[in-house]
């Protein structure tokens, strides 16, 4: 092929690559990216300055100008690949390393008058920067597809470069083998593309892994979101919103769902409140509940109500033998130690159990359970307490001000 015509095929490729990443720069927000846009920009340009040289001898100045493009693109490449790792910007000191390049570039053109003896010496630096650039992201291990194509295809480019050069320089005098690899300008298209395709990969595949980390985090999020709606903060129960949740789960599961529902309330909750405070009543609920897991079966829900009310979901069980295994309660919670208080104290709990056939009853049954609930809390009002002698607070101090 015509290396005039094969000139104006590689400035058509290395044009879409640049504006590909130009149009990916708009909404993928990675450094890397924005270093490799620049680059492919830049090359761009200088392959045209190198066009426009190679048809009109009278624009011999532009070569300067494509050899400094040249050079800008391999350190933006390599400014690329370091970025790519840490998506982070070149340290300022680093910038600096370019100037001697754009430097050499300008004043390279001043050193001969025959282009191919220029070519021959800028495709030496040309493969430093793709030697270094091959190095730098061989060190990010980014291990994926994009990572593997970029490196074959500068690999390819820093040796079709040295090998552009040696031959080149010792033809005349030395009998040279056959090439490793093709070269030419439609040969630097392919290994062009190849780079720019891999360079593409690379950063789909980093946008894949956000994206992958980000529903990971909404998942977790989600999760988090969907046991704060659910759960009660104060004692870790399940609430309403989640027994709604569960009725309608289930409803939608075949087979019937039968079993029975426990009642549970604290006895004399505001007394404890009056005399001890909020914070030591909180205490007493976060007891019962301790209590109640600490006897429920692994498959019991435990749902709380509403202020010091409580009831347990038991799949399977009926009423009688739920109300046995419940008999325990009383001992978990007798002279119990609760945080604010200098003595245990005895949290008496009213309980009442109802069976239901299926989950269309259980509303029902849930009715049932709580209405026999407070008339066991009435029977037991009229009983004599089981609770130990008021304890002082740890301060020593009553809520009303007096000393205990």
């Avoid at 010496?121 to 061989?138: C, D, K, P, Q, T």
């Avoid at 074959?152 to 005098?173: D, H, K, P, R």
């Amino acid at each position: 092929m015509d290396e005039n015509i094969g000139l104006i095929v590689q400035i058509s490729g290395v044009a879409l690559i640049a504006l590909l990443t130009v149009f990916l720069r708009r909404s993928l927000k990675i450094v890397a990216l924005t270093y490799w846009a620049n680059a492919w920009c830049i090359l761009c340009f200088g392959l045209i300055c190198l066009r426009i040289t190679a048809a009109e001898t009278s624009f011999f100045q532009l070569l300067g100008i494509y050899f400094v493009t040249q050079y800008l693109f391999g350190f933006l490449l390599a400014a690329g690949c370091y970025s790519l790792a840490k998506n982070e910007r070149l340290r300022t000191h680093y910038e600096f390393a370019i100037i001697p390049f754009i430097i050499f570039g300008f004043v390279l053109p001043f050193f001969s008058d025959d282009l191919t003896t220029l070519l021959y010496v800028h495709s030496l630096v040309m493969a430093v920067f793709f030697a270094g650039s091959y190095v730098i992201l061989w060190r990010t291990r980014v291990r994926t597809l994009g990572w593997h194509v970029m490196l074959i295809a500068l690999g390819l480019l820093a040796i079709n470069c040295v090998q552009y050069f040696v031959v080149s320089t010792f033809e005349s005098n030395i009998p040279m083998p056959i090439g490793l690899v093709p070269s030419g300008p439609l040969f630097d298209f392919i290994l062009q593309n190849l780079l720019g395709f891999g360079t593409v990969m690379i950063l789909l595949e980093r946008v894949l892994a956000d994206a992958k980390s980000a529903n990971e985090e909404l998942v977790v999020a989600h999760a988090q979101l969907k046991e704060l709606v659910h759960v009660d903060p104060l004692t870790a129960a399940l609430n309403r919103h989640a027994f709604h949740g569960y009725l309608r789960q289930k409803g939608e599961d075949e087979g019937s769902v039968h079993g029975c529902v426990g009642f549970f309330d604290v006895d004399d909750l505001k007394d404890i409140n009056d005399a001890y405070g909020h914070p030591v009543g909180d205490a007493a609920i976060r007891a019962l509940v301790r209590a109640i897991r600490d006897i429920i079966r692994a498959e019991d829900l435990i749902f709380r109500w509403g202020g010091d009310e409580f009831f347990v979901l038991m799949i399977g069980l009926d009423s009688e033998l739920a109300s046995e295994r419940m008999s325990r309660i009383d001992g978990l919670l007798t002279d119990i130690e609760l945080e604010g208080l200098r003595s245990p104290i005895t949290v008496r709990v009213s309980r009442a159990f109802e069976n239901f056939e299926d989950l269309e009853k259980l509303e029902v049954a849930i009715e049932k359970a709580d209405a026999k609930m407070y008339l066991e809390k009435d029977r037991r009002k009229n009983s004599p307490r089981m609770r130990t002698v008021q304890p002082a607070l740890s301060s020593g101090v009553s809520r009303s001000g007096f000393a205990l």
